[in-house]
Every structure is written in structure tokens, then in C-alpha cells.
């Protein structure tokens, strides 16, 4: 039967490479975006509908849920994240700065699953949040971008947490690390190209299917120290 997923932040970058794949695979594929304006790539795509969410703007989110109510969700990709100020010192970011890199990356992506959790099959679904190595405690400090790296931290902690809260299902979570991409965030140096890691990562999500538990891995499927 036909598989659907839900892509948060398919604008660009990993989440529009995320949305081709699962379409190439044959997924029904929903996807969002902030603006509407930025959804000419996506409309390009086979099976793919376009709905728009700022993630951080919970009366977005809630009109998404609205919009959603009876769909039937296999997997659910919560791809959106912000890289935060790159131009000065960790230390030196303003408190406006760290609380928009924080709610963004670590807070607003489970406040999303916890509205959205009820359209997830419980029996075989996936809920990835897209985490990175430098989320990894043991290994990201001294591989920069410490602030960034903390929010991904976080996020791992409160996935954690939603995951402890789950109890008895047969519900799969993955705290996915895409390889260093080029994409906007990843930059040009980035060694990995996106439609290899978008293939990845769509080869993940479609073995974890009905696996359960939750693990911490990268694109290849190798485990992460968390
Ligand atoms: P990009 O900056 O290229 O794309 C980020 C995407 O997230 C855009 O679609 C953006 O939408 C969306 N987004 C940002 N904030 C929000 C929000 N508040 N609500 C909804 N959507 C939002 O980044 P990448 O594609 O490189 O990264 C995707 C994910 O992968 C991120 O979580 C990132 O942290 C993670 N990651 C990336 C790595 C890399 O090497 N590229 C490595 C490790 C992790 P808009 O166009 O509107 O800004």
C-alpha cells in the first residue's frame, strides 16, 4: 500500500531533497513550507502536496493539525532547523539570538510531534527529528559551531524525553545525522551531495518501519555516540 509522509522545512536543502526521494520511492509525500511563494520546486515534484507552517508559531502549527485531521501518516520527517549566529563567539550571541536557535531547533520540533503524533501510525510509523553529530555530547564539542551544536544537543535530550513519555507502542524514533551536506547551512565544502544523503536517510526511515524503539544514527544507518 501506499506510504505517505509529512516533511517539515521542504523549501530547500535536505527537506526538498527529502520530498523528491520519498516521491521517487513512491511515497505520497505532504511538505511544508514557511511561504507559499517557495513552493515551485516542490510543485514539480510527483504526489507531493504543499502546505504551508512556520514551525516556531504555534498558531501555524495548530492550523496545520486542523488541515491534516484524518490523514494517515507512516512517517513523519521534522527536517526544519536553523544554523544561528556564525559570526562571533558562542559566548557573544545575544539572548534573542540563543532563544530563537534553541526554540527552534530543540523545542518547536517536539511541540510539532506532540500535535501531530495522533495522525502517526502507532503501530509501524517513523517520527524522525533531524538531529547532527554535533548534537553528539561525546564527540561534537571542539568540532565548532559549539551554540548550534548545543540546540542539537537538546534536542536529542528532549526527544529523549517524548520518547521515555511514549510508553507501550509499536512507534519507531530516529535523531538523524544527514552527513555534512551541501545546502545552504552545510555550505559548498560540504563533501556530501544531498540527493546521496536524502537517499540515505529515506532508506533509514523505510527499514525502521514497524522496528520500534528509538535510535541515534546517520545517514548510512551507523549508530552515534549520543
Ligand atoms: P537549510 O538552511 O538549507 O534549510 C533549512 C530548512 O528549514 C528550510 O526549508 C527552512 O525554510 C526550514 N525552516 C527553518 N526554520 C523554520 C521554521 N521556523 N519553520 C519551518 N521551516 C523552517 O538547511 P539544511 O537543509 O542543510 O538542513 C536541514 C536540517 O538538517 C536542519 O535541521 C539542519 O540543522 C540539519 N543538518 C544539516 C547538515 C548539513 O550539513 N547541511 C548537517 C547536520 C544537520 P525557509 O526556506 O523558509 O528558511
Request: proline share 4%.
Amino acid at each position: 500500500m501506499q506510504k505517505t509522509v509529512l516533511v517539515i522545512g521542504a523549501s530547500r536543502g535536505l527537506g526538498l531533497g527529502l520530498a523528491k526521494q520519498f516521491s521517487n520511492e513512491g511515497w505520497q509525500v505532504i511538505a511544508t513550507v514557511r511561504n507559499s511563494q517557495q513552493a515551485d520546486a516542490l510543485s514539480q515534484i510527483p504526489r507531493v502536496r504543499v502546505e504551508t507552517l512556520d514551525m516556531t508559531d504555534a498558531a501555524s502549527v495548530e492550523a496545520l493539525a486542523r488541515r491534516l485531521a484524518g490523514t494517515q501518516l507512516d512517517a513523519l520527517f521534522v527536517n526544519a532547523g536553523v544554523a544561528g549566529p556564525q559570526n562571533k563567539p558562542a559566548t557573544q550571541a545575544s539572548e534573542a539570538e540563543v532563544g530563537q536557535l534553541f526554540f527552534t531547533n530543540a523545542v518547536a520540533p517536539l511541540r510539532l510531534a506532540e500535535h501531530l503524533l495522533s495522525l502517526v501510525d502507532d503501530k509501524q510509523g517513523v517520527v524522525v527529528f533531524m538531529s547532527s553529530i554535533l548534537g553528539s555530547v561525546e564527540t561534537g564539542p571542539g568540532m565548532g559551531m559549539s551554540l548550534y551544536g548545543a540546540s542539537k544537543a537538546a534536542l536529542n535530550h528532549m526527544t529523549r524525553t517524548f520518547v521515555a513519555e511514549l510508553g507501550e507502542t509499536g512507534l519507531t524514533v530516529l535523531s538523524m545525522h544527514p552527513g555534512w551536506v551541501k545546502t545552504d547551512m552545510g555550505g559548498e565544502q560540504a563533501p556530501l551531495d544531498v540527493e546521496t544523503s536524502a537517499r540515505g536517510m529515506v532508506e533509514q526511515v523505510t527499514k525502521a518501519l514497524g522496528s520500534g524503539g528509538h535510535r541515534y544514527l546517520d545517514y548510512q544507518g551507523d549508530p552515534l555516540p549520543w
